[in-house]
């Protein structure tokens, strides 16, 4: 049996992947976050290894407060690259297979068309660049990895877009959201799902692979807000605004849909209209 050790186990994706472990029986679960690990100290990442001795490892770990790591670039460093550096080398000499979650932040959105593997990314900001040096030290540092990038994530776990707007329109406040960034939503229970599809066609994967998963279609926050203020049948205002009306410290890409043709191909699958898996989620929760 596959001896399955998922890191950042209480993050969006990792709480989507223990809710999963609950019935599954296919792999030996071994969960770990913060407190008991933290990955940016190496000799305890190192024992972690040694102890858990897994087969495969889903790193769900990052640091992701995009603005903030403007101001702690460190710490974002620390997380995202440094830590992913170690993780692969401890993967690659123990012979596990790591699949390891980056983002659409990777390109610079100046592009129209959906953005496939082949794109070179151009990451700008502290979190972008820190994350794509990241996935530089999996294909420098390992020979048999997938790397994920996704999008826009979602769902009933930790703190996100959706919970964001599903609080503000039961309260009846007025949004203004951009309209003017586009990508795709990505519900976390749907990338779980395709992340131990990953784990079980891991033979197929030869070297270092990277794929692109987000649901499927194209929306911009403001239609992605509209969505769920209709669902739930908020009677909160929203505006549409345009970026440049939201001063951030970090950029964000205007234009971020994935393509995903690749992973649907490699894994054979079929991926959720974004609007689908939206009113799945929701009716779960």
């Known amino acids: 049996m596959t001896k399955l050790w998922v890191i950042g186990a209480n993050g969006q994706l990792g709480s989507e992947l223990r809710e999963i472990a609950k019935n599954n029986k296919e792999f030996d679960w071994v969960f770990s976050d913060l407190p008991e690990l933290d ?23 990052a640091y992701t407060a995009v603005d903030l790591a403007e101001n702690e670039a460190e710490k974002a460093y620390a997380v995202n690259t440094n830590a ?36 070179a990314a151009n990451a700008v900001g502290t979190y972008a660049a820190s994350k794509y040096k990241g996935e530089i030290e999996i294909l420098l540092g390992n ?25 503000k329109g039961r309260k009846g406040e007025k949004l203004q959201v951009v309209f003017d960034q586009v990508g795709t939503p990505t519900w976390s229970a749907d990338l ?14 030869k070297g270092v692979e990277l794929f692109h ?23 909160s205002q929203l505006t549409a605004v345009e970026s440049k009306d939201f001063q951030r410290p970090a950029p964000r890409p205007a234009y971020s849909v994935l393509n995903k043709k690749k992973i649907k191909m490699f894994l054979g699958i079929s991926i959720p ?9 929701m009716e779960s929760m």
Request: hydrophobic share 40%; charged share 25%; with cysteine.
């Open 192 to 205: 779980a799902q395709v992340v131990l599809e990953m784990v079980r066609q891991s033979n197929k994967v």
């Open 84 to 119: 992913v550096a170690l993780l692969a080398e401890l993967c690659q000499t123990n012979k596990a297979f790591l699949v390891h979650l980056s983002t659409d932040f990777v390109f610079d959105g100046k592009r129209s068309q959906p953005y496939h593997e082949e794109v």
């Open 213 to 235: 998963y987000s649901n499927e279609g194209v929306a911009s926050w403001y239609d992605f807000a509209w969505e769920i203020l209709t669902m739930t049948g908020s009677k």
């Open 39 to 61: 990955i940016c100290k190496g000799e305890l990442l190192k024992k972690a290894f040694k102890d858990i001795k897994p087969n495969a490892v889903i790193n769900a770990a």
């Open 273 to 281: 209209y974004w609007k689908d898996s939206l009113k799945k989620c």
């Open 143 to 167: 020979k048999h990895a997938a790397i994920i990038r996704t999008s826009w994530l979602y769902g009933k776990f930790g703190q996100n877009f959706m919970k964001t707007i599903l609080e």
